[in-house]
């Protein structure tokens, strides 16, 4: 043998004694029932993996409050689904209009342009949302099959309260509506029938608090005629949605299923059913409520105004003398607590996406953000942070 065997350390070795407390972007903290399910392989074929298989559908469903039948799983992270959504829809000589705010919502536009569409960009300014009056300019302006945006911008941390009309605009003119809601569905309203969205996709590891690698699409019927009459065959095998549906809907085999991820977000949207929609948006509305007011008590500023800040990310304008590498590390060394940087913007981000949005993190988290600035040179007021959070959440407490 000319390659020998490398010694390597066991995983458990490699990772910290204590896991850390992931409140960045995502990846997010996943359930007891989440991380059971995931430890788990049967067969991704036949009658115990059918009743999984059709439990995920229907928990999904609320989830994405939607009838639509065709409601099935990726296995790949979010940006797979997304690609898998827009290779099915979008083929040569079809016109895509992107309603860019960050990063997230250019990859849409990016992937629309890999599979060959003709793609039309809207930019946002930084930390604004595309409007309805920017989609409708640009639908009065040029003829599109298909408008993408993102709910939740994660990269800025910027909103879209205006989707209902933009889906209503994108639909008088005959065209189909993608929104990713990768971090954002189940922490805020995204009623797809109800709003007319043709396509939702939602990854596992944000708002969902499952584990990345097991993504969701959901379907209008509108949208899966579309992918029914395409003129050309789809270019990519595994993303083909038709050939997903003969395991998704007829328990037939597509390729082996990422069994274990099936099982944690069969785990993941059950807690969201047990939950209700209505109590854990509320939970994300009080908790990232909280948190925006105590990073402000600590003498810092947000960067998205009120009106258009996401709640399930929250982003934080770096203050001097502060670095943001080295405050991120201080957090985790001194303290376990993970957050996040951001791309290209000087702000760091803290999650607040399904378990990220508990009373204990968050008590833990402010503590650890206010003392780790303290540390980096930053005299965050600490004491007000604390008081202005434990007041928010007053009677939260066991949440
Ligand atoms: C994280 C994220 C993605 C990409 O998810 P991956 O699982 O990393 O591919 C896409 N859109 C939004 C809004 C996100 O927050």
């Not at 065709?70 to 992270?77: R, S």
């Not at 849409?108 to 569409?117: F, K, P």
């Not at 300019?137 to 709910?151: E, I």
Request: with cysteine.
């Amino acid at each position: 043998m000319s390659v020998s065997p490398p010694s390597a350390l066991p995983v458990h070795r490699i990772l910290p004694e204590e896991p850390l407390l992931l409140m960045g972007a995502g990846p997010t903290p996943i359930s007891h029932e989440v991380g059971r399910a995931n430890a788990v392989v049967i067969n991704h074929l036949g009658p115990t993996m059918n009743r999984v298989i059709e439990g995920v559908k229907d928990l999904s469903r609320y989830a994405f409050q939607t009838s639509a039948e065709h409601v099935l799983g990726v296995a790949g992270p979010a940006s797979a689904a997304n690609e898998m959504a827009l290779a099915n829809l979008v083929w040569p000589g079809r016109r895509v209009l992107s309603l860019v705010t960050g990063t997230f919502s250019a990859r849409l536009a990016e992937m629309a342009r890999g599979v060959g569409a003709d793609v039309t960009v809207i930019t946002s300014d930084v930390g604004q949302p595309a409007t309805a009056a920017q989609a409708a300019a640009a639908l009065a302006a040029g003829q599109y099959d298909l408008v993408t945006l993102v709910q939740g911008e994660t990269s800025c941390g910027v909103v879209n309260h205006e989707i209902p009309e933009i889906a209503r605009l994108a639909k008088s003119h005959g065209a189909l509506i993608h929104v990713d809601a990768v971090c954002t569905l189940s922490t805020m309203p995204l009623p797809m029938d109800e709003w007319g969205i043709d396509v939702v996709v939602t990854g596992g590891q944000k708002g969902l608090a499952s584990i990345p690698g097991v993504s969701l699409i959901a379907w209008s019927d509108r949208a899966w005629e579309t992918v029914q009459s395409r003129p050309r065959p789809m270019p990519h095998w595994c993303l083909d949605a038709t050939r997903a549906w003969r395991f998704w809907g007829e328990h037939q085999y597509h390729y082996t299923a990422p069994v274990p991820g099936i099982l944690a977000v069969h785990e993941a949207l059950r807690l969201i059913a047990e939950e209700t929609l209505e109590a854990r948006f509320a939970r994300h509305v009080r908790c990232s409520a909280a948190l925006s007011l105590a990073v402000e008590a600590m003498g810092m500023s947000l960067f998205i105004d009120p009106e258009h800040r996401l709640s399930s990310v929250l982003s934080i304008c770096r203050p001097d003398p502060v670095d943001a590498t080295a405050l991120k590390a201080r957090m985790v060394r001194d303290f376990g607590v993970e957050i996040a940087g951001a791309f290209g913007l000087d702000i760091v981000r803290i999650g607040q996406m399904g378990e990220q949005c508990r009373a204990e993190h968050l008590f833990r988290c402010v503590h650890a953000l206010g003392e780790s600035l303290r540390r980096e040179g930053f005299d965050a007021d600490i004491a007000a942070g604390m008081a202005a959070l434990s007041g928010a959440l007053r009677g939260d407490a066991a949440q």
